[in-house]
């Protein structure tokens, strides 16, 4: 469960307000999609959920406890085993395969071999098992966006962030992504919190938020 | 993090290739200059200490204090004025207590081989040829131990000198100034009288002064010539370890009244040209490891701007500073090693070609340029190219460990 009490950002010089007093609640197993127009602060919100950025004031509870109380070495750790990533690109590493970057969040705790089937078991259901070996510059973007999709899985965590995920791809890529995203919500109770521009994405989330202008629109 | 370290490394073929090249370049030029001047420098010393040695003792001139004679012969309150002062010396330069010596030397474990000497000024004729020079009566198998002069002697053998017999070992110069060559006899002038020398050698230590103005003898030959049974005017000491002679030598000096000097005090010139050269080697070192260094942080800093998603990416994934950190300073870690021992190899490889280039003349014992080949430089060189490399990704390591990937995603770097 992820708990934002008063979120209040604020960037630059003299402060602009991007998030204004933001109340929220993810419930467990949850499927919350957060939609509004570029600028509207959904993004921001999504990094501060996410552990990566820090609000200006409020604070962020997940499963009751307080980040902003946890250490840096114990937040790269929740990082590691709870937190997915999914970025709008893909941001694998092009000196890695597939299999490799999948066996990225596994190698920080030198667990490889532990977690080699389960790479595979991805690869073969996200449907890429012949990049198993390929370098990112040698497939797809579809296909890249799906191993993405797998180092974001690899960790079974508790929580899926996605910014964008359907953003560089095409329509039939982009279905897939969401399918992979509803059928891991489902099957699992992954909590999963999707920022997104496309309202038919959004709508297939279990609950939807809308920000207009760093406000949440009731 | 090794793993990706190299395979980011090997991605980058060029640059990685260009920056082993700058510091293997260095390490091998540092090599290089290191074993042409510390050969060079092995040749200069071989040839300090055929005249000196590690530690030699000798006997302080005698001369007539003033001073204590006036206070002597004087009451305490007139004062007395000399016409002409007393000047003059009481005897010659000896070492009264040979004996003494010798245990304080057999006590030292740090001592290879000792002998004694006598080195006296004499006159040596040959027919109408006569020729001022310095003999040094010497003890010839201990000799042999406390200098090379085996290796200089370019006729005949010094070993010709033991038991004596009135034979001598002339500088090559000096025999070719008398006219003399190996198996011939020469007159020796000492002290109002004449001996008859057989040469049994000559030998050639490549300075004129030295090879034309002296001469060795058996230490009991020479004592007869200066009419002296048993005076020795000098110890020679050769030590195990040359290093250890500046503080054995200071010990030793309070012993006795007589001089004790290590090789380097005699020999203060050359000490202060080697450590010039010292200082230019270390200095073309620096400035081309300071070259490579640059490289390195080139590289890094560049590989870092263009991988700054994928460390924003690793740090998402759950990756912490120190990881990062070890990320980037693997890779000048390998840069440095790599190329430090293909520089290491290159060193090598020219050191001996330059130590096989004939140069036409003679040097020392050979015509070929004598190069050291000890391991301390070669290690010296890795360590100073891995420090270097290490030294220089340093602050790349740090820029990107700092990145926070939520600057990164937003674009903000």
Redesign the interface.
């Known amino acids: 469960m992820i708990e934002a009490q008063n979120i209040l950002k604020q960037f630059g010089e003299p402060a602009q307000t991007v998030l204004h007093n933001i109340n929220l609640e993810v419930k467990k197993g949850e499927f919350v999609s957060i939609k509004g127009r570029s600028g509207s602060g959904k993004s921001t919100l999504l990094y501060i959920l996410s552990t990566l950025d820090t609000p200006t004031s409020g604070k962020v509870l997940i499963d009751g406890i307080d980040i902003s109380s946890f250490s840096q070495k114990e937040l790269h750790a929740f990082r590691n085993l709870h937190i997915g990533f999914i970025f709008q690109f893909h941001y694998l590493i092009p000196e890695l395969t597939a299999l490799e970057n999948i066996l990225l969040p596994p190698r920080n705790i030198n667990k490889i071999k532990e977690y080699t089937d389960d790479a595979h078991k991805l690869l073969k259901r996200l449907d890429i098992e012949d990049v198993t070996n390929k370098f990112p510059a040698q497939m797809s973007g579809g296909q890249t966006q799906r191993v993405a999709i797998a180092r974001a899985l690899i960790m079974k965590p508790k929580y899926i962030f996605a910014d964008e995920p359907t953003g560089n791809l095409d329509t039939a890529n982009g279905d897939t992504v969401m399918n992979i995203l509803i059928e891991e919500n489902q099957q699992r109770g992954t909590n999963i919190c999707l920022v997104t521009h496309d309202p038919d994405y959004s709508k297939m989330a279990s609950r939807e938020i809308s920000l207009i202008d760093g406000r949440i629109e009731d | 993090m090794l793993?990706?370290a190299l395979?980011?490394l090997?991605?980058k073929k060029k640059q990685t290739l260009l920056i082993l090249l700058g510091i293997s370049f260095g390490t091998m030029l540092f090599i290089s200059i290191s074993g042409v001047m510390l050969g060079l420098r092995v040749y200069i010393s071989d040839a300090l200490l055929n005249n000196t040695s590690h530690i030699l003792i000798s006997g302080k001139e005698n001369y007539v204090d003033t001073s204590k004679i006036t206070e002597l012969i004087s009451n305490k309150d007139e004062i007395l004025n000399w016409i002409t002062p007393p000047i003059g010396k009481k005897d010659e330069a000896k070492i009264n207590s040979y004996q003494g010596w010798v245990k304080v030397i057999q006590e030292t474990p740090q001592v290879f081989g000792h002998t004694p000497r006598l080195s006296i000024p004499a006159i040596a004729i040959k027919g109408d040829f006569e020729v001022n020079m310095k003999i040094v009566g010497t003890i010839p198998i201990e000799q042999m131990k406390v200098s090379q002069i085996e290796d200089y002697v370019n006729s005949g053998s010094f070993k010709n000198l033991i038991g004596g017999g009135n034979k001598i070992i002339l500088g090559d110069k000096l025999a070719r100034d008398l006219g003399v060559s190996e198996g011939q006899t020469i007159k020796i002038f000492n002290k109002d009288s004449f001996f008859t020398y057989k040469v049994v050698g000559t030998f050639k230590f490549g300075d004129d002064y030295i090879d034309g103005a002296s001469a060795f003898a058996n230490l009991n030959d020479v004592q007869m010539l200066n009419k002296t049974p048993g005076r020795i005017s000098e110890i020679a000491v050769s030590l195990y370890n040359i290093d250890d002679a500046d503080e054995i030598a200071q010990r030793w000096s309070i012993l006795s009244e007589d001089d004790v000097k290590n090789w380097k005090d005699a020999n203060k010139m050359f000490m202060e040209m080697i450590q010039m050269q010292d200082a230019v080697r270390f200095f073309v070192t620096f400035s081309v490891l300071l070259v490579a260094g640059f490289g390195v942080y080139n590289v890094l800093t560049i590989m870092i701007n263009q991988k700054r998603?994928?460390i924003?990416?690793?740090?998402?994934?759950?990756?912490?500073?120190e990881?990062i950190l070890s990320l980037v300073l693997y890779q000048g870690l390998f840069l440095g090693i790599t190329g430090g021992i293909i520089g290491m190899l290159l060193g090598l490889t020219l050191t001996t070609i330059i130590g096989n280039i004939d140069l036409g003349f003679q040097l020392g014992k050979s015509n070929h340029l004598l190069i050291d080949y000890s391991v301390s430089t070669y290690v010296l060189a890795l360590i100073a190219a891995t420090i270097s490399s290490i030294v220089a990704s340093f602050l790349p390591a740090y820029s990107a460990s700092k990145m926070?990937?939520?600057d990164i995603?937003?674009g903000q770097v």
Do not use: D, V, W
Not at chain 2, 312 to 321: E, M, P, R, T, V
């Open positions: 793993f990706l395979r980011q090997i991605s998603h994928e924003a990416i690793l740090k998402s994934i759950g990756y912490g500073q990881k926070t990937p939520i995603i937003r």
